[in-house]
């Protein structure tokens, strides 16, 4: 009798006590807009960067590309409908959004700059050829998927002898003439330049470096980084779970012939220069 008149005061009690029963203890947060943005560049790293960014416990990451600034049809439907597509984040939090295509699009730039005059902005660079070479494996895969003709890279790249300044792939690898736009809307002091090669070598220097760009306490490191032999590429771990990024990203490259090889490294050369000078720092390029 007294075992069930305890039992009785104690249901009482925990289903009224609010600090035991109706209290989360891990309150789910708001959407906000996003204080990060990772801009590109496209078959930079955007996707190692986010991941790696969302290691961090005072940042949450959108979970899929949104297109807002760069696709109208995103754009027209309004700050409430991007917001709606963030994560939730906790007071504190950072949230992070990335679309590469957003650095070279003509109007993301200013459309930013008008909905987030703040945003902080993270720009991951890689050797302008080996991302050409990135760029146009995922084009040729995406293809394969559909079951679509493919042209080889030779074809692509030239036109009448000359390399074809229209090839989408090699225009993206002209960062100068996209980062003088972005550099006309924010000041550069807004734009952190992550070094994509640098990130597939040793994650940790690069990370600790994009950690204190945004006022992060300090808290990425070693163990959150392990070498698959498998892959060829650094892997992550957290307190949850051992993860590589997903098949697509570490793909084998096409190989150009030499004299093409040469040609397209010393087409980039000057155009590195000019975005060496407009970023104020160098890149170990060819
Ligand atoms: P490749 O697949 O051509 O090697 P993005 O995420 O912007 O599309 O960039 C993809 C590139 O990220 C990959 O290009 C790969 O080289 C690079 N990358 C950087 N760190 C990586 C990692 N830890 N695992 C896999 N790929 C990584």
Known sequence: MAAVIISLLLLFFFSRSPSLSTVDPDPPGARRLPDIIIIGVRKG????LIEMLNLHSDVVAAPSELH?????????????????QMPL???GQLTVEKTP?????????????????DARLLLIVREPTERLLSDYTQVYHNRLEKHKLQQTLETLLMHHGELDLHYKALNRSLYHVHMRRWLHVFPRS?????????LIRNPLPE??????FLH???QINASNFYFNQTKGFFCLRDRRRER???GSKGRTHPRLAPELLRKLHDFFHEPNQEFFQLVGRTFDWK
Request: glycine share 4%; aromatic share 12%.
């Open 45 to 48: 790293g955007t996707r190692a």
């Open 68 to 84: 807002f600034f760069d696709w109208d049809s995103h754009y027209l439907r309004g700050e409430d409908w991007y917001v709606s």
């Open 89 to 91: 984040a906790r007071p």
């Open 101 to 117: 295509a957003y650095f070279t699009s003509a109007h993301v730039p200013e459309r930013i700059r008008r909905m987030i005059p």
């Open 190 to 198: 807004h734009i952190h330049l992550v070094d994509g090669d640098a």
């Open 207 to 212: 990370m600790k470096k994009v950690e204190e």
């Open 216 to 218: 992060l306490e300090p």
């Open 244 to 246: 590589c990024l997903h």
